[in-house]
C-alpha cells in the first residue's frame, strides 16, 4: 500500500526545488549555451523521484529504475557536449549540471523520506556552491599547498588519532588519560588555529585592533610581547598598541570561559560572571586607551602580524610540547593536591601564571585533580589567569618602556581584581 506523504513534505519538496531551479537558471541561463534543468525541470524531477520512492519505499527498485534512465539520459548529453566550449572559450567538462539534475531528482525522497532539515540542508549547500563559484574559485588559487597540508594535519588530529587513544588512565599518578590530553590539545589548537586563518586570510584581521583581538584568542602574552616591541620602535603606534595589550587580555579571559564551556558546564557557570566581568573590564579600559586617550603622532592603522600568522598551530613540535605541558601539569596537580590540599593547587596556580596557562586550566576542567570542589577550581583558574597577567605586564614594561606603561597598569589592575574574586570564592564568599 503507497503511504500518502503529509502536506507539509510536498509543500517542501515544491519549494526546494524551484528553488533549486531558479538558481539554476539564474546561475546559467546568461549565457548562450543552453544546459538541461531549470524551475520547471527540477520541481518534475523531484515529483517524479518521490513518487517513484512512494511506490517501493522499502526496495527502492522503481526509484533506482528511474534513477538509472536518468543517468543514462545525462550521460548522452555529457558525452555529446564535453568538447564544446563554454562561455569562457573553455572545454565543457564541468560535472556540476548532471550532479544538480541527480540531486534534484533525489530531492524527492530525501524530502519525503528523511527529516526536512535534511532537505533543506542540502539544497542550500548547493545552491550556495553553485552561485560561489568565483569566490570559491579565486579562494582555492590563494590558499598554497601547504595550507592544505595544515588542513589535513587538523583532520588526523581530530578523526584519526583522537577516537585511536584509550579513554583510560595509563597510571595511578593521574586521572587523566591519553585521549584527554589529546582533547585538549585539539581544543586550544582549533581556537589557536581560527586566529592563524583569520590573520593570514583576512586582510582586516592584520589592522587595527582586530589583530590584537586575533593575538588574544591564539596567545595573549605573544601579542603583548609583540605590541610592546612595536610600540617602542614605532612612536605612531602607541595608542593602538597599549590598547591592544589590554584588548589581548580580555579576550583571553573570554577564551577561558569557552574552553571551560566545552568540558565542564557546571564550572563554566560558576566561572562566567567573574570572566566576562574582568572581560568587560579589559574592553572598557581599551576603549578608553584607544578612543580618549590620544596621541597627535598616532598612525590611523598600520598592517602588523603577530607571530600566529607565520607559525602554524598545528605543527608536530609545539603539539607535542602542549602536551608534555599538560602531562607535566597534571602529574603536579595530582601531587600539589594529595601533599598539600586545596592549598597546594592555589599555590601551583600562582606559579604556573609564569607560562602558558591552558594546560594547567583544561587539566581542572577535565578532572585531572580529585576531592577538588568546582568552586576551589573556579579560583585557581582565577589565580592562575591572575598570574600571567602580572608576567605580561612585565613584558610589556620590558619590551615597550614607558610607552606601554599604561597597558601594564591596566593589567596589574585586572589581575588584582581577577586574584581578589579567587581568593573571595576560595573563602566561600561567593
Known amino acids: 500500500m503507497i503511504q500518502v506523504p503529509a502536506l507539509d513534505s510536498f509543500a517542501l519538496l515544491l519549494g526546494l ?74 572545454s ?31 539544497t542550500v549547500t548547493a545552491v550556495l556552491l553553485l552561485t560561489g563559484r568565483a569566490q570559491l574559485h579565486d579562494l582555492a588559487r590563494r590558499i598554497d599547498i601547504g595550507e592544505i597540508i595544515t588542513a589535513g594535519q587538523f583532520l588526523i588530529l581530530t578523526g584519526i588519532i583522537l577516537p585511536l587513544l584509550p579513554n583510560e588512565p595509563v597510571t595511578t599518578l593521574t586521572k587523566i588519560t591519553p585521549r584527554q590530553v589529546w582533547l585538549a590539545l585539539v581544543v586550544v589548537c582549533t581556537f589557536s588555529y581560527v586566529s592563524y586563518l583569520a590573520q593570514r586570510y583576512w586582510s582586516a584581521a592584520a589592522r587595527g585592533l582586530w589583530m590584537a583581538a586575533l593575538g588574544g584568542l591564539y596567545s595573549s602574552t605573544a601579542a603583548t610581547v609583540v605590541l610592546a616591541r612595536q610600540a617602542k620602535a614605532d612612536p605612531a603606534l602607541n595608542r593602538q598598541a597599549r590598547a591592544g595589550i589590554t584588548l589581548a587580555t580580555g579576550i583571553m579571559y573570554l577564551r577561558i570561559a569557552a574552553i571551560v564551556a566545552i568540558f565542564n558546564l557546571t564550572l563554566a557557570r560558576i566561572l562566567a560572571g567573574p570572566l566576562v566581568s574582568l572581560a568587560l573590564a579589559g574592553l572598557v579600559i581599551c576603549a578608553f586607551q584607544y578612543w580618549w586617550v590620544k596621541s597627535p603622532k598616532d598612525a ?30 597534571s602529574l603536579a596537580s595530582s601531587f ?47 589565580i592562575a589567569a591572575s598570574s600571567n597577567n602580572v608576567l605580561k605586564a612585565f613584558y610589556a614594561v620590558s619590551f615597550g618602556g614607558g610607552t606601554t606603561a599604561p597597558s601594564a597598569v591596566a593589567l596589574v589592575f585586572l589581575a588584582v581584581a581577577g586574584a581578589a574574586t579567587g581568593i573571595a570564592m576560595a573563602l566561600g564568599l561567593f
Request: glycine share 10%; charged share 10%.
Open 300 to 329: 590611523k592603522t598600520q598592517a602588523v602580524m603577530l607571530p600566529s600568522s607565520s607559525k602554524n598551530p598545528l605543527e608536530i613540535i609545539p603539539a607535542a610540547v602542549f602536551a608534555a605541558l599538560f602531562i607535566a601539569t
Open 17 to 90: 526545488s524551484f528553488f533549486l531551479g531558479l538558481a539554476f537558471e539564474d546561475f546559467f541561463n546568461r549565457g548562450t549555451i543552453k544546459r538541461p534543468g531549470g524551475i520547471r525541470t527540477f520541481p518534475m524531477l523531484a515529483l517524479g523521484g518521490g513518487v517513484l520512492y512512494l511506490f517501493d519505499p522499502a526496495h527502492f527498485i522503481p526509484f533506482s529504475v528511474g534513477l538509472l534512465v536518468l543517468g543514462s539520459w545525462l550521460f548522452v548529453y555529457y558525452q555529446r557536449h564535453v568538447c564544446e566550449p563554454d562561455e569562457e572559450g573553455e
Open 336 to 382: 600539589a593536591t594529595s601533599e598539600f590540599g586545596t592549598s597546594g593547587i592555589y599555590a601551583l596556580a600562582a606559579i604556573i601564571g609564569v607560562s602558558d596557562i591552558d594546560p594547567f586550566v583544561l587539566n581542572l576542567v577535565q578532572g585531572g585533580t580529585t576531592g577538588v570542589t568546582n568552586s576551589a577550581i573556579a579560583a585557581a583558574i582565577l
Open 92 to 122: 565543457n567538462v564541468g560535472l556540476v549540471v548532471p550532479v544538480l539534475n541527480v540531486h534534484a531528482y533525489v530531492l524527492g525522497a530525501i524530502t519525503l523520506a528523511l527529516p526536512h532539515w535534511i532537505a533543506v540542508a542540502t
